[in-house]
């Protein structure tokens, strides 16, 4: 069974950093791209960014560009997200996700909170 579980999340300033972590289980993360999506209150989910198995070529949106960083420990079955100059409109529920054999998984979600 694919799980997946974010951490990391919490409040934190504008201007401020966060580091968000997804331990992966249940499949083998080091042969699987993997992606950060959000989600804001009343709003359809974001793609953030996506990294391939190799960590080769990370991707971003525009509106996060130059200030998140994906990164991956395959040793460690982790994905993370070095979030950095965070903004108000940053505040979502973000998750990280795969997809194996044509079918989707993502984790519960992890708070992130931004405000003054």
């Known amino acids: 069974e694919v799980q997946l579980v974010e951490s990391g999340g919490g409040l934190v300033q504008p201007g401020g950093s966060l580091r968000l972590s997804c331990t992966a289980s249940?499949?083998?993360?080091?042969?699987?791209?993997m992606t950060w999506v959000r989600q804001a209150p009343g709003k359809g989910a974001e793609w953030v960014s996506a990294?391939?198995?190799?960590?080769?070529?990370?991707a971003y949106a525009d509106s996060v560009q130059g200030r998140f960083t994906i990164s991956r420990d395959n040793a460690k079955n982790t994905l993370y997200l070095q979030m950095n100059s965070l903004k108000i409109e940053d505040a979502a529920v973000y998750y990280c996700?795969?997809?194996?054999?044509?079918?989707?998984?993502r984790g519960q979600g992890t708070q992130v909170s931004v405000s003054s």
């Open positions: 249940g499949f083998t993360f080091g042969n699987y791209d």
């Open positions: 996700g795969t997809r194996i054999g044509g079918a989707t998984s």
């Open positions: 990294i391939d198995s190799g960590s080769r070529v990370p």
